[in-house]
Each structure stands twice: as C-alpha cells, then as structure tokens.
C-alpha cells in the first residue's frame, strides 16, 4: 500500500508539469500581443512595455517558461495587473471560500444521492425508484445558471426565506450549494442504483438472504460496502468537477471564491490570476483524484496493490 502510494504520487508529477505548460501556453499564445491585452485598447505604448518587461513577454518561450516555473515551485505566481498584489496573496483569500461551497455542495449530493440510490435499488421499480430516477435525470440536465436563478427566484424573490447573493451566514450557502450540488446528486443517485443492483445479485447477496438474514442488515452490512467503489469514484471525480464548476455558481450568487475571481480577472484582463487561478483548481482535481485511489483500499480488503 505504501509503495502504491509513492508511485502513484510520482505519476502524479509528469500531469502536473503538463498542467503547467498548457497554463502557461493559455496566456502566451492567445491571438494578438498579451501585454496590449492586459494593458487595454487604449494604454499608451510604455506602459505595454512595462507589461510586457515585468512578464518577460520579450524573452523566447523557454525563457519564460523557465522563470514561470522558478517563481511556481518557490510559491510566487507573480502579481496581479489590477490590484497589484501578489497572485498567491488573491489566490489565498478566495481559495477557501471555494472550498467552503464545494464541500457543502457534496454533502448535500451525499446526504441525498446516496440514500436514493440505496432505497432506489432495494425497491426497484417502485414509485420511489421511478420518481427518484426521473428527479435524477432532471438534476443531471438543467444547467448550473439556469437552476441558480430559478431557486433565487423562488427562495429569495418570491418567498423572502433566504438571501440571494453574498457570503455571510449559514443562510447565504443554502442556495449555491444546492445549485451546485443538483447535477452531482443526480450522479451519486444513478451510480449507487445501478452498483447496488449489480451487487444485489451476487451469490453471497443470495446466501445471506438465504440464512434468514433480515433485508436491512443484507443491505447495509453485506452490499453497499463493496457498491461503494464505483460511487467513491463518481464521488472523488464530482468533487474535482464541482471546484472547477463552481465558476458559474458564484458568478451567479456574488460568491467571493476562486470561480468568481477568475471572472473578474478575465474582464479586467488580469491574467497572472486568470492562470494561477486555473492551475490551482487544475492541481486541486489531480489531488483529489489521488486521494480517491487511496480510499479504495480501505472500503475493499480485496484489492491489493503490488
């Protein structure tokens, strides 16, 4: 197991130096001159200039690429072109805000994905499994923005329950976190049917059934640990999808996160943040992958790794 590890942390090494590359590419080579891009249609000459030396846009590629990845592996990312401080600094502030709304949003695909996956599977083609899977399908189909609006039309708007935008209180996550957690929910509850029901009609499902053995204990304590492999991975790589798509919610609800931060940046032509911005949520769904390989051996003594 520990060999494992280490080996699948060297293998992590080679994706993240091409996550490197391809966000140090986006900047350099977007049509036209990225230093007039920063800098805006209407920026005298020598202030494109200082751009362009302060990034060291006049050196070849591997040069840059060379100092972009001096700077990355002592931390320094450079310095936003708008509020002119450093990228880590901006990138600290939001990054957990984000986190605080993907982890909300998963706990909420858990808590309600799962349980209608399990019940779902134990009563096939009931009412329940046909209305829980026709929600599913739903969930999985309605874009992020689109069901973020609609809920703050009707929770904030209409109701008056809860607020619409910010970070605050507890209240202020509901809603995002909702919306963000809609299409995962419809993932976890789709793939712990479908595993339960593949383990359901394993040999040792049957004889424990045979003993006598009581539904519920046949359920929770014979299938779902070992259907929980492939919900475990739909888990690990919604969570890295849901860092990533966090963008569109808290565009929608003015969360201050990483999502809504690149937006900014994008509009303001703040590309230092624009790229450390997507190579930190690249790295996060790299980790998290990782982390999820790791969980494996630990819901099935069967797998063994050598």
Known sequence: MVWYFFRRLFLVIPTLVGVSIAVFA??????????????????????????????????PLHVQYDRFMSGLLQGDLGRSTRTQRPVTAELWDKFPHTVELTLASLLIATAFGLPAGIISAAKRYSIFDNLSMLIALLGVSMPVFWLGLMLMLLFSVTLGWLPSVGRGSLLHLILPALTLGASSMAFVARITRSSMLEVLRQDYVVTARAKGLRERRVIYEHALKNALIPVVTVMGLQLGILLGGAVLTET???????????????????????????????????????????????????IKYN
Do not use: C, K
């Not at 080579?29 to 060291?56: E, K, N």
């Open 26 to 59: 986006m900047v350099r080579l977007i049509p036209g001159d990225p230093a007039l891009a920063m800098a805006g249609p209407h920026a005298t000459p020598d202030y494109v200039q200082q751009i362009r030396l302060r990034l060291s846009l006049d050196e």
């Open 252 to 302: 929608v609800f003015a969360w201050p996160g990483v999502g809504r931060l690149m937006v900014d940046s994008i509009q303001a032509r703040d590309y230092p943040v624009v790229q450390g911005a997507v190579l930190l949520l690249a790295v996060s769904f790299v980790l998290v992958n990782l982390l999820v390989d790791m969980t494996y051996a630990l819901l099935d003594p069967r």
